[in-house]
Structure formats: structure tokens, C-alpha cells
């Protein structure tokens, strides 16, 4: 059986005036015609998706214009919504149920923001790739050659895997169809070796070949921004807070950048050389790394998780095997002789064995046990089982 991965394809339309202002009418108008279905749900205590159908079918398409589908999905995004609500309430994220923002959300209709995203199935919305358009159902008929702008990787991932619905969206003025693709992921290969990775906090990830890739581009940045950040919250005001908030939305946007960078890097070796990747197990990593006082509001923050996810993801896109092994004693042990010990680790940045001498930069040799790690748990995991004695 083949996996599947999913990915979404953003791509900016690039509507005429006229396409626009239709455009605008019908998000609008789906988002209306929820609400009122929502209201319709909940004065009614109708939540599932054939009652609400019944009762509001006609009167989506007679009093907001909707066609059968858009009618049909307005309905699946209210029963969809409440149920969401209802894991929530559940779940507790809206308080104890005495709690006024718990009694708010029981005690009021759900309602939908006029720029909503509303989805498109086949129906009402088709492709036409050579020609870079869309034609799309819209409450002023059906408006077609809608052009739209993607790179030719992103043409390439529609034309092969786009497949079911897309959604319309605004976001700041500007219009987009997020199309979802169904990937097959290929099956992963046999590995010939395996790549050890050790996630560190000057350089993000050292690989067992050695390889640095550099996180001191982003520690300089992100003392900065720290830097920058004290200032700010010394002021206190509520400007203030809002810069804030949006210094660490930017500071989380360029830790993603270079996480994906460093990742889409390892993962392409890996591919090349018919090897596999192997992280650290993260619990490992807390106990071993140990901060000098003003690191130490660094470590919950460093994006040590997000590389392993992103490493992870690409690697299965890519077919390329990935191991996570245990962390123990990774950066303590000698890699040529065994012998493991604290003393081994003299300074954060170097290793030297107290038994047999072996020396070198200790990031590298901690990615060199997570690659031996790897190994031998591999070689575990495809051994092959003795058939039973008779
Ligand atoms: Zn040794």
C-alpha cells in the first residue's frame, strides 16, 4: 500500500475589477448564508448535517443565491464548527462551564467572518493549467478565465496531485486558491548507512560527516531580538505589546526559514548517498545540553523540535529511512573505544576520551553515536526472524 502525504498549493489570482467585486459578492454571501444556517442550527438544536440540510437548503439558495454545492457546504461548515466547538467545550479549552467565556460560546450562535474561506469542489471550480485560469461558480454565474499566478514547481505539483476541494480566500486585499495535493510517498529505500544528526545550540545540526550547519546567524539574531524585546516590555505600553507580538511572530517566521533551509539540505544528502537520517530522541537533549545563565531562556524557545519535524516530513517525501535513537549519553560517549564518561566532555565544544584519546569537536562526535546508534538499531530492526523450531 502506498502512503499518501498531503500538501496545500497557495496560488494569487489575479482577477479583473469585474472577476473581483464577484468574487467579494460570493465569499460574502457563503459566510452569510452560514451564519443564518448556523443561527437555524441553534435556535432549532439542529446539529446534524441532513436535519440542518432540510431545514435550510431552499432558503440558502433563494434568499443568498447559492448554488446546490456551496448550499451544501455552507450546512458541513456549520455542523462542521459545532462539533469543533463541542470537543472544545469538552476539552476544557473554554473554561470551566461557569465560566463567562464558556457560557458565551454555549449560549450564542456560532457566526462566520464575512472573509471566511469558503471551499470549492470539482463542480465549481475547474482548472485549466496550460492557461494558467480558473473557472469558478460565483452568485453572479459561473465566471470564467480567472487567471492565477504559482512557480512552474507549484504548476508541476497541481497538474499531477491536486485532487478534491480548494479554498477561496482574501488576506490583505489579495485573492488565493489553496488547492490541496495528494502526494504518493515512495517507499523508503534500504539504507546503505545512516547520517547522524545532533542538534545543538551554536550550530543547529551537525551531521556525522561533519558537517556544521550554523545556527549563529540566527543565535546573533535572536539575542537581538531579545535585546530589543526587554526594551519593550520595560515600556509596557500598548504599542509596545503589539510590537512585541509582532517581533516574535518574526522571530518564529525566520527560525522555520532556517530549520527548512538546514533540513531540505540534509535531506538531499541523504538522498544522494542512499543513506538514512537519525535525530537524537528530543527528551535527550534537555537533560544534555547544559546553558550558561543567559542561555538559559534560550532552550524552550530554540526550535530543536521543529528540525526534527521538518527533517522528518521531508525525509518521508523524499523516501529517505528515519530513525529517531536514544539520546543517552551521546555526548559523552567514545565513539572508537566505548568508554563513556562526563570527563570525556571537558567543555561544551570539545570531546577528548580520558581512555583512549580520541579528540575532537564534540558535536560531531555526539552525531557520530546517533549515526553508530542507528546502526545497530537497524540492524536489529531487518534482522531477520528465525522460523520456529518444530
Ligand atoms: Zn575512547
Redesign the pocket.
Request: charged share 25%; aromatic share 0%; with cysteine.
Given at each position: 500500500m502506498v502512503d499518501h502525504v498531503k500538501l496545500v498549493v497557495q496560488v494569487k489570482l489575479l482577477p479583473t475589477p469585474a472577476q473581483a467585486s464577484a468574487l467579494e459578492a460570493t465569499l460574502r454571501n457563503c459566510n452569510r448564508a452560514a451564519t443564518y444556517a448556523s443561527h437555524v442550527a441553534f435556535t432549532k438544536k439542529l446539529k446534524d448535517r441532513n436535519g440542518l440540510q432540510k431545514a435550510v437548503y431552499a432558503d440558502l439558495k433563494a434568499l443568498f443565491g447559492l448554488s446546490a454545492q456551496p448550499a451544501v457546504r455552507a450546512v458541513k461548515k456549520v455542523v462542521d464548527a459545532y462539533a469543533t466547538l463541542k470537543a472544545n467545550l469538552q476539552a476544557g479549552n473554554l473554561g470551566s462551564p461557569t465560566s463567562k467565556r464558556h457560557r458565551t460560546a454555549v449560549g450564542n450562535p456560532i457566526g462566520f467572518r464575512p472573509e471566511a474561506a469558503q471551499p470549492f469542489d470539482d463542480r465549481c471550480l475547474s482548472w485549466q493549467y496550460d492557461a494558467r485560469t480558473v473557472s469558478i461558480w460565483t452568485v453572479a454565474g459561473r465566471m470564467k478565465d480567472v487567471r492565477f499566478a504559482c512557480s512552474p514547481d507549484q504548476l508541476k505539483t497541481l497538474v499531477q496531485y491536486r485532487k478534491g476541494e480548494s479554498d477561496l480566500v482574501r488576506r490583505g486585499g489579495t485573492w488565493f486558491l489553496i488547492a490541496t495535493c495528494d502526494i504518493p510517498e515512495p517507499e523508503p529505500y534500504q539504507p546503505a548507512d545512516w547520517i547522524g544528526v545532533d542538534r545543538g545550540i551554536v550550530n543547529l545540526a551537525t551531521t556525522s560527516d561533519g558537517t556544521n550547519h550554523q545556527g549563529r546567524r540566527l543565535g546573533r539574531y535572536r539575542r537581538w531580538q531579545a535585546r530589543k524585546r526587554a526594551e519593550l516590555q520595560a515600556k509596557q505600553t500598548r504599542s509596545a505589546t503589539r510590537r512585541l507580538a509582532r517581533r516574535a511572530r518574526k522571530e518564529k517566521r525566520h527560525a522555520t526559514q532556517v530549520n527548512h533551509r538546514i533540513s531540505k539540505k540534509i535531506v538531499s544528502v541523504a538522498q544522494r548517498t542512499g543513506r538514512g537520517i537519525a535525530i537524537e530522541e528530543l527528551g535527550g537533549i534537555r537533560e544534555r545540553v547544559r546553558l550558561r545563565r543567559d542561555q538559559r531562556g534560550t532552550l524552550s524557545s530554540w526550535p530543536f523540535h521543529q528540525l526534527g519535524q521538518h527533517l522528518a516530513y521531508k525525509a518521508r517525501k523524499a523516501g529517505v529511512p528515519f530513525l529517531e535513537v536514544d539520546a543517552a549519553h551521546t555526548s559523552q560517549r567514545?565513539?572508537?573505544?566505548?568508554?563513556t564518561e562526563r570527563a570525556?566532555r571537558p567543555t561544551r565544544d570539545h570531546f577528548r576520551?580520558?581512555?583512549?584519546?580520541?579528540a575532537g569537536p564534540a558535536d560531531v562526535v555526539a552525531g557520530v553515536n546517533v549515526r553508530n546508534r542507528a546502526r545497530s538499531v537497524w540492524a536489529f530492526v531487518t534482522m531477520p526472524v528465525p522460523a520456529p523450531a518444530e
Open positions: 567514545c565513539p572508537r573505544c566505548g568508554h570525556n576520551c580520558r581512555r583512549c584519546g580520541l
